[in-house]
């Protein structure tokens, strides 16, 4: 099992810093330097706290956006496909950005054909893509994949 964040809330961390870094690389090198060569350490703890900072908004951002679209992805099979709404299989496309036949078979405990069933309904809901990796189908979960590469 992984390691767990203070309270359990979490089983791993959502706040990377990576992407600032990237971003601003240039400044995060010549701070760095300077650190090496003059202890300058001020400048380079400024530098990543704004980072931080800056992280830390875009995350919860992101946050939100997931929420919401869960919610309303909730809502929309609950309304358009009740036959097949429970809150496991929505939240079982949450998971990942993409879904399996096996992985609704597992989370749901139901037969491998009502699981493509479902999966294929809720592509026609426009809330998964199904795409052929030889004869396998993954599908996709639209807003999520959206959100992500934001």
């Known amino acids: 099992m992984g390691r767990r964040t203070q309270k359990d809330h979490l089983t791993v961390p959502i706040l990377y810093l990576s992407s600032y870094i990237i971003r601003n690389k240039d400044e995060y090198y010549r701070l760095l330097q300077k650190v090496r060569t003059e202890e300058a350490w001020e400048d380079w703890i400024m530098f990543i706290l704004q980072g931080i900072e800056e992280t830390a908004k875009e995350t919860i951002q992101k946050v939100k956006a997931l929420k919401e ?82």
């Not at 294929?120 to 199904?130: A, P, S, T, V």
């Open 69 to 150: 679209l869960l919610d309303n992805t909730l809502e929309m099979v609950k309304t358009k496909a009740p036959k097949i709404y429970s809150k496991e299989l929505v939240e079982t496309l949450f998971e990942n950005p993409y879904c399996k036949i096996e992985m609704v078979v597992k989370h749901l405990g139901v037969e491998r054909k009502a699981a493509s069933r479902y999966l294929h309904q809720l592509e026609d809901l426009g809330i998964l893509n199904c795409v052929k990796v030889g004869k396998e189908s993954i599908f996709i979960n639209i807003g999520l994949m959206n959100i992500l590469k934001e």
